[in-house]
């Protein structure tokens, strides 16, 4: 009985830093986008979006470096071709634990650059930024 309580502690221990070691896996910047009253990091685990779902970070800070609470976040990208409507994608985003921190989910069904468009309204301010990411 002794054996069979450590194995369920060594399977425990194992499981929690499994998923502890992806959650703060480190983070590659995918791009920067400064605006006057807000710098906006887009970040994801390979450093760029791709074919297929995606998961994603955004964190807003100030131009001094600090976290910046800008509430309810919206993202969507766009993609245009000839002859025909743009290809529109939305994303999902909530709230990180931290100030300033968001996550995201957003698919994609094949690659190009996309014109992101991202906004912003609650405590640190209203904003919106629009910028190009291509996704490979």
């Known amino acids: 009985m002794r054996n069979s309580h450590r194995y369920i502690w060594l399977a425990v221990v194992l499981l929690w830093a499994t998923g502890t070691g992806t959650a703060h896996a480190q ?11 807000a710098v906006i990091t887009l970040k994801s685990e390979s450093g ?12 807003f800070t100030s131009p001094a470096g600090q976290p910046l609470d800008v509430g309810t976040v919206t993202l969507n990208t766009a993609m245009s071709m000839p002859g025909m409507a743009p290809m529109i994608a939305g994303a999902t985003i909530k709230p ?12 994609f069904p094949d690659s190009g650059a996309r014109q992101v468009t991202l906004a912003w309204d609650g405590p640190g301010g209203r904003g919106s930024a629009r910028f190009s990411v291509p996704v490979r």
């Open 27 to 37: 983070l590659k910047t995918i791009h920067i986008q400064k605006t006057k009253d």
């Open 48 to 59: 760029l979006w791709k074919m297929g779902s995606n998961a994603f970070v955004i964190e």
């Open 96 to 107: 990180d634990k931290s100030p300033g921190r968001y996550t995201g989910t957003i698919s």
